[in-house]
């Protein structure tokens, strides 16, 4: 990735073998993954691969039935294989150390009534119990580095879909959250909109931000990750560099899945050579 911030080797993230199943359904079969800081971690794969389920189990949005999660070093979660309990924190608990994640959903989740700068400082007011003072400062300033300056004052209606996007960018960042993660941020947007958003999310990444992204836009993978995970049928098939992965795959699946992003790789040429 052609950022200019130092990679710093602690450990955010640690997931070991992730179960989860909806019904008879297993949908992760034992991923393990870990993530450090400052790190740009790419999910990609077929739909109904397990990459918005493994994203969500990393603030248990979705609970797994089995596997262990630490986030910052704090253990969150642990399950055995039977679903037994090797750990329970309090909700209190499990809910401060999940503010340590911002997540951008693909749809906005902004609260319609109120304005730009009032759905950033919702969660330092409640949630950290920061002066209003405080959280107006820090959310005119999220809002400025979004382009969104001059909006702030409006509600999602009157925002479009991009502009909406960037606000829940910069809600997710006013949490100071030690990493942020995105489900297919660009999915719900028209195509002249997506541009603006994958700008900003270049931008956060090159300021030195852990990030775990699920996305279909293998250019942009390309340009932005660290690492590229490729997740067929509940398991991690391929990990590593996007070049790696993306450029020179050995996974028939992954052959496959690629092969639209091979079709454009010539266009990525000069980058590919400067790296």
Known sequence: MAASSPRSSAQILDLAGIRLRFGNHEVLKGVDLK????????????????????????NLLNQPYAGRIDIDGERIFDHDNHGRDRIRLPMREINKIRSHTGMVFQQFNLFPHMTALENVMEGPVIVQMK???????????????????QHVDKRPAQLSGGQQQRVAIARGMAMNPKVMLFDEPTSALDPELVGEVLKAMVALAKSGMTMVVVTHELGFAFEIADRVVFLDAGRIIADGPPAEVLLHPEHPRLKGFVTRFHESAEMLRPFLDAR
């Open 35 to 58: 993530v450090e800081a400052g790190q740009v971690v790419v999910l990609i794969g077929a739909s109904g691969s397990g990459k918005t389920s493994l994203l969500r189990c990393i």
């Open 131 to 149: 002066s209003k003072a405080e959280a107006r400062a820090r959310a005119m300033e999220l809002l400025a580095s979004m382009g969104l300056e």
